[in-house]
């Protein structure tokens, strides 16, 4: 594989993730917000049109009504949160690929980087899930007209007044069984995309609700959304979460790259 002969510092993975999940949140806020709104709209009365057609309808919508601004609304919480998970969830790849090492020469095979990203992916949940929940309040808000809440730490005071650590953490167990495996593949496909492309010898995210409506959690929400609206409301905001991923996950591992780079020309023995 390429580029694997390098000794692993997952210092420099935790700083070089950190500035990733920056550049992540800046190119893919704006179709996450048009997601959460796809999802968290108001059923439409008989014979009336729904609030959105669709993504592209929602995102001009929400341009047009509220500008550019309307796009980043409530980017203050992932851009708080997203950007230690990912300097977490690089450490915890990187320190679950050196786990895996006996010597710095050692070349992992794809299951062995399969099971780093799924340590990765437990190092973010604690993370991850409080800035989920005020991220979907946030722009639920938004999309609602409501003011609740005055921004991301006020958002997190009150539900923490209203509900304790709990309501911060609601989701925790459905965010690990979503994150786990599905880091797992996401850096087994990163590094497998890598090396596949690198020329040889060369180098190179569920709708909040009102406390209490969902008293069993996930399985009531996914009950009520089947009876009322079928198997299909499931992938409510799924054009966008595609068109999302490529440009946003590009920029990530882009930014991580470009980090790594001028880290190991700035400081080359750390």
Not at 3 to 29: R, T, W, Y
Not at 108 to 114: A, K, R, T, V
Not at 140 to 150: F, R, V
């Amino acid at each position: 594989m390429a580029d694997e002969a390098k000794p692993i510092s997952p210092l420099k993975n935790l700083l070089a993730g950190g500035f990733g999940g920056m550049c992540l949140v800046f190119v893919g806020h704006p179709l996450d917000t048009v997601k959460v709104r796809l999802q968290t709209q108001p059923p439409s009365l008989p014979g009336q049109p729904p609030m959105y057609s669709g993504t592209f309808d929602c995102f001009r919508k929400t341009l047009v009504r509220e500008g550019i601004t309307g796009l980043y609304r409530g980017m203050a919480a992932p851009i708080i949160g997203v950007t230690p998970m990912f300097a977490v969830c690089f450490f915890g790849f990187g320190l679950g690929k050196k786990l895996q090492q006996k010597c710095p020469e050692d070349v992992l095979s794809y299951p062995q980087i399969f099971a780093a990203g799924m340590l990765s992916g437990v190092f973010t949940t604690g993370i991850m899930t409080p800035g989920e929940r005020i991220k979907c309040l946030l722009q639920i808000q938004a999309s609602s007209g409501e003011t609740k809440y005055h921004g991301a730490l006020d958002c997190a005071k009150k539900v923490y007044q209203e509900s304790g650590i709990r309501g911060i953490y609601k989701g925790t167990v459905l965010t690990l069984m979503r994150d786990v495996p599905a880091s797992g593949m996401y850096f087994m496909t990163y590094e497998w995309l890598k090396n596949i492309l690198t020329p040889e010898g060369k180098s190179w995210i569920p709708p909040a609700a009102p406390p209490g409506k969902y008293p069993n959690g996930f399985r009531d929400v996914l009950r009520e959304l089947i009876q009322n609206e079928g198997v299909t409301s499931l992938y409510k905001g799924f054009n966008a979460v595609m068109i999302r991923a490529f440009p946003a996950n590009a920029a990530c591992f882009l930014g991580f790259e470009v980090a790594m780079k001028f880290l190991n020309w700035a400081t080359p023995n750390l």
